[in-house]
C-alpha cells in the first residue's frame, strides 16, 4: 500500500522523487508532456503538476522500444508479470518546493503505482 504520508530521511534525495505509473495507464513523455497510449484520464495529474516547479525525466535511456521488447522477453521466459521501466520517471523539484507534499499528492492519485524519494547511493571507497 502507497503511503498516507511521506517523511523524507537523511538517505533520500530532498527534491528528487521517483515515480512509477500504473501498469494500466500507458503513460509516456512526449516533449516535455505526460500523454497516455491508452486514453487514461491525465486531468488529475496536469491538475496536481501545475502548482510545482521540476523537470521530468524518464528514468532509463534505453529507447520506450527497447525497454519493451526486454520486458515482453522476461515475461515470456518466466511466466510472469514485471516492472515497465517505461512507466517510471524522475522528478526533480526546484528547491523551494514541498517535497513530502508533492509525493503524498502524487500517491493519492489512482495512477500512480508509487512515488518515493529517491534514495541516496553510496559507493564504498
Given at each position: 500500500?502507497?503511503p ?5 530521511q ?23 508532456q505526460?500523454v497516455?497510449?491508452t486514453?487514461?484520464?491525465l ?16 528514468l532509463?535511456?534505453?529507447s ?7 520486458l515482453n ?27 513530502e507534499?508533492?509525493?503524498d ?6 495512477i500512480?503505482?508509487?512515488?518515493n ?9
Amino acid at each position: 500500500a502507497k503511503p498516507k504520508h511521506t517523511v523524507i530521511q537523511s538517505g533520500d534525495y530532498k527534491n528528487r522523487i521517483r515515480v512509477s505509473f500504473v501498469r494500466t495507464s500507458g503513460i509516456r513523455l512526449r516533449d516535455g508532456q505526460f500523454v497516455s497510449l491508452t486514453g487514461t484520464d491525465l486531468r488529475p495529474l496536469y491538475k496536481l503538476l501545475k502548482d510545482y516547479k521540476f523537470q521530468v525525466r524518464r528514468l532509463y535511456s534505453d529507447s520506450e522500444e527497447k525497454i519493451q521488447q526486454d520486458l515482453n522477453k522476461l515475461e515470456s521466459q518466466h511466466c510472469r508479470v514485471f516492472a515497465d521501466f517505461n512507466l517510471t520517471y524522475d522528478f526533480i523539484l526546484e528547491p523551494e518546493q514541498n517535497s513530502e507534499e508533492f509525493i503524498d499528492k502524487l500517491n493519492s492519485l489512482t495512477i500512480v503505482e508509487r512515488a518515493n524519494p529517491d534514495v541516496k547511493i553510496y559507493l564504498p571507497s
